[in-house]
């Protein structure tokens, strides 16, 4: 079996981390929007945060990334500050609220991926967490490369 065989069943496994992670977020208590859990645990995790760094983490749309931030702001759990730097762009932080519910909910999801891991060894969980946050990192290498590429080559049309 070569590496392309490998990959495709890692593909296949992948596709059901989706549905994981949706389980989880189901059986969390009530208490805050499910869609907003990520952008929580980032903003508590990184600080600070640029409406366009929250689009490019998630890889989504700016509108997409603007509406979770919106959704944050109703609940009381962020806020917008003026970027010192330049006027024209505004960071995103949690509010002292924010900053509690995200602690909140990561205990809760904690809790919940451990009840659905308990057979597991720590070994193993952290093994999985390990090259997961390898092949996190591969692909974001990989779209910086891409990301160069495409500009080199259209910086060479110019010519």
């Not at 070994?123 to 590429?149: E, H, K, W, Y």
Request: charged content about 30%.
């Amino acid at each position: 079996m070569g590496p392309q065989d490998h990959c495709g069943e890692l593909l296949l496994q992948l596709s059901s981390t989706g549905s994981v992670i949706r389980a989880v977020k189901r059986e969390l208590r009530p208490g805050a929007p499910r869609g907003g859990f990520a952008l929580l645990g980032m903003l508590s995790r990184c600080g600070d945060l640029r409406v366009g760094e929250v689009a490019e983490l998630f890889e989504v749309d700016m509108s997409v990334a603007s509406r979770h931030v919106a959704d944050l702001e109703e609940h009381g759990w962020a806020e917008r500050t003026p970027n010192p730097h330049d006027r024209r762009s505004w960071y995103v932080r949690l509010t002292p609220a924010g900053e509690r519910m995200a602690q909140q909910r990561l205990a809760q999801a904690r809790e919940v991926l451990a009840d659905a891991l308990e057979d597991w060894s720590d070994a193993d969980i952290a093994a999985l967490t390990d090259l997961l946050a390898r092949l996190r990192t591969s692909f974001d290498a990989r779209r910086v490369r891409t990301s160069d590429l495409s500009r080199t080559a259209s910086g060479a049309k110019g010519l």
